[in-house]
């Protein structure tokens, strides 16, 4: 069965340093792989997505991701942080039983302070 | 397009009230899809449809029913409530791998 793991279910950082936001699957196909973004009171969006093309993967808003098969993770990043960036960050891998079914993480929150 | 939109927004239930929590998309998407986000348990699927008069069950269906009669539509019904159901209710759409999700549905049974 497919799984997410995501490292630190809250992260908090300065306005203008380096986001890391931890993800780490388990899958026995390879894997379609996903990051959304939920700000307060809203639904998800999609912040970018692999599928089994470049391994970097860029995004909205300046955020990217690096597919690693050896690792088996898929880190999101974002080289300065914004104030606006403060929301809750879902990865998410497609599942293995089709029909585009997706297993979610259980969250990082993430904070910006000035 | 206004996407996939949902309601109510917000619901108060007594236990063992029923009630039903529209999804409507206007995209065309074949799949749909009902989730329900608890706090640090990220989303877990509750039932899907790849298509109209198409639907099976997700990770987590007990307690609830749906049905498709229509492309367009998904509604998600709660037959008898109970409290484990309190949550937030999304409903999503996609067609690829790439799913839409609507605003959400706040429910809380008391």
């Known amino acids: 069965a497919q799984s997410v793991t995501q490292l630190g279910s809250h992260v908090s950082v300065s306005e203008g340093a380096l986001v890391l936001l931890r993800c780490n699957y388990s899958s026995s196909v390879p894997p379609y792989l996903f990051w959304y973004v939920q700000y307060p009171n809203q639904g998800l969006q999609l912040l970018l997505k692999?599928?089994?093309?470049?391994?970097l993967v860029k995004g909205i808003n300046g955020f990217e991701a690096e597919f690693k098969k050896s690792e088996t993770s898929f880190h999101l990043t974002k080289p300065s942080a914004h104030m606006s960036d403060a929301a809750e960050y879902f990865c998410?891998?497609?599942?293995?039983?089709?029909?585009?079914?997706?297993?979610f993480g259980a969250g990082t929150r993430l904070a910006v302070h000035p | 397009n206004a996407g996939v939109t949902q309601t109510p927004k917000f619901r108060i239930l007594k236990i063992g009230q029923s009630m039903t929590l529209q999804c409507t998309q206007d995209m065309n998407h074949n799949y749909m899809y009902w989730y329900r986000q608890d706090p640090g348990m990220g989303l877990k699927l509750i039932y899907y449809s790849v298509g109209a008069g198409i639907t099976d069950k997700g990770e987590v269906p007990n307690g609830y029913n749906v049905s498709r009669s229509t492309t367009e539509d998904f509604p998600l019904r709660l037959e008898l409530a109970a409290p484990s159901q309190t949550s937030v209710y999304f409903c999503a759409s996609g067609t690829g791998n790439e799913q839409f999700f609507g605003p959400g549905t706040r429910l809380t049974v008391l």
């Open positions: 692999y599928t089994s093309a470049a391994t």
């Open positions: 998410a891998v497609s599942g293995d039983g089709g029909y585009n079914k997706l297993i």
